[in-house]
């Protein structure tokens, strides 16, 4: 393995594909190239005998997410984030992970559809030194995915020091041919997140530390601070394609423009709208992605709300991305009407399996039992049956909000407060809010793999609370 290879960022053969605008700039180099936004390395595969691998190693390391502050951080192939893995539906791949820290790491690919044992959940840890190697066909629709610790415990810490990045999933469908796809130059990922940083440097993950003198909470956008300017980026092409994934451990963050026009959406978490369509505002509860289409003939600031979750009572907006038209870049053909087909789910005839959230003597837990251990989400686990289409009511009976995640398929939101969703809420998802007293029904069929022995798992994406027990297996058995 060269080392090359694991310098996150660096201008390596995969970032002179990226584009001839040459924009991905290492992460240290940002901050001098006049604050434009930094673009993850896309991470060049090697072939192995029909399998496309993508090599990747964690390891610990130092950034300064504040100006002229260092962090003790962690990252994949670099010291903070990872470089974005794009796939195709199809396409046999094998990710090799080498966990480079001195503990237990286990990686979830969040939103792929994979086989149990693929997934990277709590039960997939592997220790330092040790490579694991999940391989899989890649079978679903094009997608902004992302990829993440979900190690017992020690989940939020992992996140928050920088284990994260961007897991694109590219198809054939009429909808990708049509907009933007060339990575770096008009298909751009936009990993957000909102940080606590201590006055040493420190990052901080636990709730009860966010209260210290002297701390810091930025929105870091590709592994840079936002300051007082927005990150620019210039629109070479003149329409660019936003990927926007919320990283933060907790925060929900909604994204608009500033001055109060529309975003075009064109995707959820797990696929294609049907038809583009016009929203005020992008609202991710932690753990979401979206995908908006921004056609740039003017100057267009972007602002982040973040809404603050476990500890932090502290509400925040500012601008933090501004797209530039480029030269010659204002002709702009009509996106494509028709994106995607959705057939909703007939759940009429399906008696919901209820998923409560819990909190009871400030123990968290998914139907009262706090999945803390392996043997306790085990002996709690969820069992349902390959093929099956599950109507699940997930209650919030604990009081504080929640960001509700299962592994292995997307869902549909039924009802969200007993009503039908509408516009972009009638997209695929795979994680969704839900906020104290609500009650969210969702439906989702679970197709392709079954096992009596690997388990995925549902869990609150809430980083700290997960940590804490919100989260239980679940069982797809074979039919
Ligand atoms: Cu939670």
Redesign the pocket.
């Given at each position: 393995m060269s080392r090359r290879r694991f310098i996150a960022g660096m201008a390596t053969a995969a970032s002179a594909l990226a584009g001839a605008s040459g924009i991905a700039l290492s992460q240290g180099t940002a901050r001098a190239a006049g604050n434009r936004l930094p673009l993850p390395e896309l991470l060049v595969p090697t072939q192995q005998g029909g399998v496309t691998v993508f090599a990747m190693q964690a390891a610990f390391g130092t950034h300064e997410l504040l100006p002229g502050v260092s962090s003790d951080t962690a990252g994949f192939n670099g010291s903070y984030l990872g470089p974005t893995l794009r796939v195709r539906n199809g396409q046999r791949v094998r990710f090799e992970v080498t966990n480079g820290l001195d503990e237990e790491l286990a990686v979830h690919w969040h939103g792929a559809h994979v086989p149990p044992e693929d997934d990277g959940g709590v039960h997939a840890a592997f220790g330092p030194g040790k490579v694991w190697k999940p391989e899989f066909t890649v079978k679903q629709q094009a997608a902004t995915l992302w990829y993440h610790p979900h190690t017992m415990g020690i989940t939020a810490r992992q996140v928050a020091m920088g284990l994260a990045g961007m897991l694109i999933v590219e198809d054939d469908s009429a909808a990708s041919k049509a907009l933007p796809s060339s990575y770096g130059t008009d298909d751009i990922p936009v990993i957000m997140q909102s940080v606590a940083v201590g006055s040493d440097g420190g990052i901080r993950y636990a709730s009860h530390s966010f209260s210290e003198a002297g701390m810091a909470f930025p929105v870091v956008v590709n592994g840079v601070a936002v300051e007082s300017d927005p990150l620019t980026f210039t629109a070479d092409t003149g329409r660019v394609r936003l990927r926007l994934l919320n990283a933060s451990l907790?925060e929900t963050l909604t994204v608009r423009r500033i001055d109060g026009t529309r975003l075009t959406q064109v995707a959820t978490e797990s696929a294609f709208l049907t038809r583009p369509v016009e929203v005020d505002e992008v609202r991710m509860p932690a753990g979401c992605r979206a995908e908006v289409v921004v056609d740039v003939t003017r100057e267009t600031v972007l602002e982040v709300a973040v809404e603050t979750?476990?500890g932090r009572r502290r509400n925040s907006r500012q601008s933090f991305l501004t797209l530039l038209p480029g030269s010659g870049g204002s002709r702009t053909t009509p996106l494509p009407s028709r994106l995607n087909t959705i057939n909703r789910y007939n759940v009429a005839h399906l008696k919901p399996r209820v998923i409560a959230?819990t909190e009871t003597g400030g123990v968290?837990g998914i139907n009262g039992v706090s999945g803390t251990t392996m043997k306790a989400m085990d002996s709690h686990e969820i069992v349902v049956r390959e093929g099956d289409l599950e109507l699940w009511e997930v209650v919030n009976r604990?009081p504080?909000?929640?960001?509700f995640h299962v592994h292995d398929v997307p869902f549909q939101v039924i009802s969200v407060n007993g009503r039908v969703p509408t516009g972009v809420d009638l997209g695929w998802r795979d994680t969704i809010a839900v906020h104290r007293g609500a009650t969210v029904r969702i439906a989702m069929r679970f197709t392709d793999y079954a096992s009596e022995k690997y388990t995925y798992m549902l869990h609150?994406?809430?980083a700290?609370?997960?940590d804490l027990g919100?989260m239980t297996s679940l069982k797809v058995r074979p039919r």
């Open positions: 907790s979750g476990v959230l968290l604990s504080r909000n929640h960001s609150c994406h809430m700290e609370h997960e919100m």
